[in-house]
């Protein structure tokens, strides 16, 4: 200290010298940060209230049967989103049950089969599935698969199973290609490197002490993954499912190009249908500004994002559960 | 319990169907991209980056989608990285434990997975309607809404990543939070959060459905953020439902222009973080 500065003089000194640079440019920091944050769950709050608000004149118009009602005729202005929602869920169902088992066997490939080089290439393979745009699945699925499905594999279907009652109805009507099953395939074939990565990464956190006692009594490479892997990360696993079937519900480029965009109702997997996200791509150009039309597609939206949104959070409930509990 | 050979046998079963499973799902990516080879570079010519959208006929290319892409994913960059990288950091060092950080990153997942039209929806109902039109901006702030979550993700885990003991290090020393975030944490993890970057880049890149009612698409030359403004997948969607050959011709060379360009940056990306973990 310097004897020469008087008392109070030495105090502001040391003040200064000692003043942390940060006083006044953290809390401003601290701030952004925060507001950044906050941001985030502000962007969804004001997502649900515009969808709803903007969907609210069709709830008004229509009462609570919007939901269910079957209608979609733009020259009646009579609009339901019975058709939509059923195709939604019908083609997201179809996408579930065939990528499951296919993302069952492909995580056990990947963590039980695979040697060791080859792994990770054809893990990064199958995650290159996830990163095509969804519009490119739609010009493959239109171009390629729907001729194929029309002419190869409809045919033979209509003719063996479509006599058979009861179950004859999901396969009715004639081989247009375009349809429910086209849409549920191109989805499966999306939704698969999602389901399939959040499957490996629960294999991987199996104790390798639990399986190695499997493999100790003699069980086979299957007997463990089937009785101590997929057991012990079942949680998570139906949330990766979830996620699957979440993301599946939202597809819209790739639907809107192999769904046939038919807004009528039909239990027929070869029946063009129309799911929520295919309508509103479809049908927004032809709806003006404050029309009735306009509105319904606002309220199929807020419909949607409802579902969505209960499936997602249901999905990263359970993975999170089992990865962080 | 079944005999030994039948268990044998079991076993051997699914790994020959789940080695199959595995090889089908290589093939159709191969079946994906022979398709997009061999249909769109017959038509990638020099006319697909040297000449507008034209009608039928006429020649035209995808010169003004091309740049009106470039535009608009650049805005959505500039607009989305600095609130997801704030947002990622507020989450891996200010929220760690909070409430409002769960909520933060519950949120945010959702945002990551949510059907994109409806992004493009919410967008339309908020800038489109009140300020009376379609425009660049409203398609960059679409993308950007879906930039953000990716850049969030990313940011959080790097920054999980680089050990407490340096940020302790350099607080030890009287660092502030700012600097110890900005030439400390954000430091150690630069090659993650390009990452991220890139790979929100990628997803912004192929999106369709968000800008179908927000930037709607420009057939004449525009380089306006306030006017209706063209983009490479709303070119394709236009032209591959179209009945003329020259323009699904386009749309084939346009798919195969954006898939090679996301797919790279997704390798790229996957080979810097995997050299990280």
């Known amino acids: ?325 | 319990m079944a005999s030994l050979a039948r268990r044998r046998a079991t076993d051997y079963t699914v790994k020959a169907l789940s080695t199959g499973f595995a090889a089908l799902s290589l093939v159709l990516l191969a079946w994906i991209l022979w398709t997009l080879l061999a249909r769109g570079l017959p038509a990638l010519g020099p006319h697909v980056f040297t000449r507008i959208t034209l009608p039928p006929g006429a020649g035209g290319g995808l010169l003004n989608a091309i740049v009106g892409s470039l535009i608009q994913i650049g805005v959505a960059l500039i607009i989305g990285t600095p609130i997801g990288l704030m947002c990622g950091t507020f989450l891996a060092e200010n929220g760690r434990n909070t409430q409002v950080g769960s909520a933060v990153r519950f949120v945010n997942d959702v945002l990551l997975s949510a059907p994109s039209i409806l992004i493009g929806l919410f967008v339309y109902q908020l800038l489109v309607v009140p300020f009376g039109g379609f425009s660049g901006w409203a398609g960059s702030i679409a993308l950007a809404i879906l930039v953000i979550p990716v850049v969030v993700r990313t940011t959080e885990d790097m920054l999980n990543l680089v050990p407490i003991g340096l940020r302790e290090a350099a607080f030890a020393l009287g660092a502030p939070q700012w600097k110890v975030v900005t030439m400390i944490t954000w430091r150690a993890a630069r090659a993650g959060i390009v990452t991220g970057i890139l790979l929100s880049l990628a997803r912004a890149a192929g999106e369709t459905a968000p800008l179908l009612f927000t930037s709607l698409g420009n057939n004449g030359w525009s380089v306006s953020l306030d006017a209706p403004m063209a983009s490479l997948p709303i070119a394709i969607y236009q032209y591959a439902a179209s009945p003329f050959e020259d323009w699904v011709a386009l749309a084939w060379a346009g798919a195969l222009l954006i898939t090679a360009g996301v797919l790279a940056l997704n390798v790229v990306s996957r080979l810097v973080l995997a050299k990280m973990k």
């Open chain 1, 1 to 325: 200290m310097d004897a020469t500065l008087s008392g109070t003089e030495a105090t502001t000194a040391l003040k200064a010298a000692h003043k942390p640079t940060g006083r006044i440019s953290d809390p401003i920091f601290v701030g952004i940060l925060w507001g950044c944050g906050l941001l985030v769950l502000l962007l969804l709050g004001l997502i649900i209230a515009m969808l709803f608000e903007g969907g609210l004149p069709a709830l008004r118009e229509f009462g609570i049967s919007f939901l269910w009602s079957t209608s979609w005729n733009p020259v009646t202005e009579k609009f339901g989103a019975g058709v939509m929602v059923f195709g939604t869920v019908f083609s997201a169902v179809i996408a579930v049950i065939v990528a499951l088992p296919l993302s069952f066997g492909i995580a056990f490939f990947l963590t039980e089969i695979a040697a060791g080089p080859l792994r990770r290439p054809i893990g990064v393979a199958i995650q290159l599935l996830a990163a095509i745009p969804s519009i490119i699945y739609g010009m493959w699925g239109f171009f390629i698969v729907v001729p194929l499905i029309a002419a190869y594999v409809q045919p033979p279907l209509i003719e063996w199973l479509g006599p058979i009652p009861l179950l004859g109805a999901l396969f009715q009507g004639p081989p247009l290609g375009a349809g429910m099953l086209t849409a549920g395939l191109i989805l499966a074939l999306m939704i698969l490197p999602f389901i399939t990565a959040m499957f490996v990464e629960v294999l991987e956190s199996v104790p390798p002490m639990l399986k190695e006692s499997a493999y100790g009594v003699g069980a086979t490479t299957y007997e463990v993954y089937r009785n101590v892997s997929v057991p012990y990360g079942r949680t998570a696993m139906v949330g990766a499912v979830m996620l699957g079937l979440g993301r599946a519900l939202g597809e819209t480029m790739a639907v809107t190009f192999v769904i046939g965009n038919a807004t009528r109702m039909s239990a027929s997997l070869f029946a063009p249908g129309a799911t929520i996200a295919s309508t509103i791509a479809n049908e927004f150009p032809e709806a003006s500004i404050g029309s009735l039309k306009l509105q319904s597609l606002m309220q199929l939206g807020f419909i949607l994002f409802v579902i969505s949104f209960i499936v997602l959070a249901l999905s990263r409930m359970l993975v999170r559960s089992k990865l962080e509990g």
